[in-house]
């Protein structure tokens, strides 16, 4: 398998911008995490789907932030306005059934808003 | 809800020194705990986890132990190598329920000099 597909794998952009970030979960598993890395904030979970479906996205820092899952192979996270405090490291991750399993996680998205 | 508090790096060792990085951890319920390392440029991968008191994870001469009493998960190697160097991230999550979220420590930055 070519574990947890992200990309881009970097993203220069200006603040007013919409970014998109996509993601391919590995083949079979049914738990897709977003993540943020900051140095100021270390990683913190964004959301998280379960079949495809949101169970929970108190970790989105604000309505400019949203993901979808529109299929098990597919998740887009979107910012829209981009900001300059948006610029991280933005990982995806996947697991297989109860949540004490293993995460994969993909490379990440290097987010760098001007 | 659950936190993590790791020892601050960076820490520079030299090769065949003996690792020590402390983990402490607050959690409701009945809390797994985990290892992951982050490679330069890479996501996070899981290094060793464990899911009850006194469970002893292990994994590339890499060793933890679920220290309820003390509430901490400290990871210890006897003999780092160059090729250890990464930055180690403290996890945990509860058990029951619905709750996946894992939550990380801010990572502690090891390089290991030959």
């Known amino acids: 398998d070519a574990g947890v597909i992200q990309s881009p794998r970097h993203e220069v952009t200006e603040m007013g911008q919409e970014v998109t970030l996509r993601c391919k979960p590995i083949?079979?598993?049914?738990?897709l995490f977003w993540y943020r890395q900051t140095m100021m904030r270390g990683l913190e979970l964004l959301i998280y789907f379960n079949n495809n479906v949101p169970i929970d996205d108190s970790g989105m820092p604000e309505d400019r932030f949203s993901a979808k899952m529109p299929n098990a192979s597919f998740s887009t996270l979107k910012i829209q306005p981009s900001e300059p405090r948006d610029s991280a490291v933005y990982f995806c991750a996947s697991s297989l059934g109860q949540g004490l399993n293993e995460q994969f996680f993909g490379p990440g998205t290097r987010l760098t808003v001007l | 809800g659950n936190s993590v508090t790791q020892m601050e790096g960076p820490v520079t060792l030299s090769e065949e020194a003996f690792l020590t990085i402390n983990c402490t951890y607050t959690a409701t319920g009945y809390p797994s705990l985990f290892w992951y390392v982050q490679y330069p440029g890479e996501g996070l991968q899981l290094l060793l986890k464990a899911t009850k008191a006194d469970d002893k994870g292990s994994n590339k001469g890499f060793e933890a132990t679920y220290r309820k009493e003390t509430t901490s998960f400290h990871l210890e190697k006897g003999s780092v190598q160059v090729s250890d160097s990464a930055v180690y991230f403290c996890?945990?999550?509860?058990?029951?329920?619905?709750?996946?979220?894992?939550?990380f420590g801010k990572g502690t930055l090891l390089t290991v000099n030959p």
């Open positions: 083949s079979g598993h049914d738990y």
């Open positions: 996890a945990v999550t509860s058990s029951g329920g619905s709750n996946y979220k894992l939550t």
